[in-house]
């Protein structure tokens, strides 16, 4: 019989986890679920014979795996899986999935909500601004980018992208332009919101020169991954410039400091909470167990994403 260990320290919704285990269970598989825990050596214990692990941004790196020996696959259930070492992961045979697409719109909705409470000033009952009209820069046109083109559509926004996957135009959604260069997106958007997956490469990219370039009353949004900004260059730009908005649904060096200074300007979520939905943690979950399921039963490993 085979273990899934559903390792969430931000839980999913129980309807999801009652979805999950139905699947599981339907397979006659052991299900056992360790959620909100505080450090990951609480959960050594209960995932030393699991088969399978179901993981949100939790980190599984080469210490979590060796307390996990009989371990074939792990799949975040969600987007990104820079909490999860790919290498050490390959070395011992086990496979890593993701379920793309499953929140995403769910977190393109946050964006939203973001940019209004902004433009109308946290609701304080000041004049602020509308969203229509004005220009959107999505960097990164994968599922979130693409459900971000989609309602701004219906905002009426005029969107621009670039993506480095597609560095040149790709059929263009919904009306959507190519900017050309990620310089040129920057340079002509005065909203951007960023759907990037976190890489090597690409930390602390979206820098002070980059940031410069926005058009006047800039905002920047960030519901990806904190590591792709560059903190410092964040506080100097909203230090500079009043005209600048940061909005963030992950941490920052200086959430503290920039909500006692431009707490008109910054905005941060409690907790990241862009594919904290009922209907993303129902989409993901059970996207989840259907893929372990594929597995165990018919070694599919679509959606793979270690070497
Ligand atoms: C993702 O990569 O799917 C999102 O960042 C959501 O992450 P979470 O499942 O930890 O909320």
């Known amino acids: 019989m085979k273990k899934v260990v559903i390792l969430t320290q931000k839980p999913f919704s129980s309807m999801a986890v009652d979805g999950i285990k139905e699947i599981l269970e339907a397979k006659e598989y052991s299900v056992v679920i360790v959620e909100k825990y505080k450090t990951i050596d609480e959960t050594y214990e ?7 692990l179901i993981v949100r ?15 074939e696959i792990i799949v975040r259930a969600g987007a990104g ?11 011992r045979n086990i496979v890593v999935e993701n379920t793309p697409g499953q929140n995403a719109n769910a977190v393109a909705e946050l964006v939203f909500a973001m940019m209004l409470y902004n433009a109308r000033h946290h609701f304080n009952g000041s004049t602020g601004s509308e ?4 220009k959107l820069g ?51 958007c005065q909203y ?24 006047k009353n800039a905002v920047l949004i960030n519901t990806s991954r904190s590591e ?29 400091e920039m909500g006692e200074k431009y707490s008109d300007r ?16 129902n989409n993901a979950g059970m996207a989840a167990a259907n893929q372990i399921v594929n597995f165990f039963e018919s070694g599919i490993k679509k959606y793979q994403v270690n070497p």
């Open 131 to 134: 969203l229509r009209g004005k």
């Open 266 to 281: 910054s905005l941060f979520s409690l907790k990241k909470c862009g594919a904290q939905t009922a209907e993303a943690n």
């Open 57 to 71: 941004s939790d980190i599984i790196d080469e210490t979590v795996m060796d307390h996990a020996p009989e371990l």
């Open 81 to 91: 899986y820079d909490s999860i070492d790919l290498a050490a992961a390959s070395k």
């Open 46 to 52: 209960t995932i030393k014979d699991a088969n399978a």
């Open 228 to 256: 792709v900004v560059d903190d410092d260059d964040i506080m100097r730009i909203l230090a500079e410039r009043p005209d600048f908005s940061y909005l963030a649904d992950v941490p920052c060096a200086y959430m503290e």
């Open 192 to 215: 951007i919101t960023i759907h990037i997956p976190l890489s090597e490469s690409n930390q602390h990219s979206i820098n002070y020169d980059l940031i410069s370039l926005m058009p």
């Open 138 to 188: 999505i960097q990164g046109l994968g599922a979130v980018g693409k459900n971000v083109a989609r309602i701004a559509d219906g905002f009426g926004m005029d969107v621009y992208y670039f993506d480095y996957t597609f560095p040149t135009e790709v059929a263009s959604e919904r009306g959507v332009q190519f900017a050309g260069t990620l310089e040129n997106l920057y340079k002509t």
